[in-house]
């Protein structure tokens, strides 16, 4: 079973930096696909971004260039590096992963992720 526990949501001021960690626990870390969605109020979760098994990365084309998501396999810990930050981007950010997912078509499909953090708050003032 796996355990997904997001932290470092806050505030932050437009075109600041911030760095959200999500701890995996309850699985081994790598090889599939693991993943940052967000949901901004009065709207849709959506994918931010995610870490394929063959360790490529896709981005939302809202967040290219300016987010990086990278993985430590030694902390078992997914980052979510957001630089430039935008009023926009204020949201509840979620880590998402399933292990059986190695790759998919479309890896911001939010029904093939079976495991899901509770989510944390990162709010960007203008």
């Known amino acids: 079973q796996v355990q997904l526990m997001e932290s470092g949501g806050g505030s932050v001021q437009s075109g600041g930096s911030h760095i959200l960690a999500c701890e995996v626990s309850?699985?081994?870390?790598?090889?599939?696909?693991l993943g940052w969605f967000r949901q901004a109020p009065e709207k849709e979760r959506e994918g931010v971004a995610v870490l394929d098994g063959n360790s490529m990365t896709h981005y939302a084309d809202s967040v290219k260039g300016r987010f990086t998501i990278s993985l430590d396999k030694a902390k078992k810990t997914l980052y979510l590096r957001m630089n430039s930050l935008k009023p926009e981007d204020t949201a509840v950010y979620y880590c998402?992963?399933?292990?059986?997912?190695?790759?998919?078509?479309?890896?911001?499909?939010?029904?093939?992720?079976?495991?899901w953090g509770k989510g944390t708050q990162v709010t960007v003032s203008s």
């Open positions: 998402a992963a399933d292990p059986g997912k190695y790759w998919l078509l479309r890896p911001f499909t939010q029904s093939e992720y079976n495991y």
């Open positions: 309850g699985y081994t870390v790598g090889g599939y696909c």
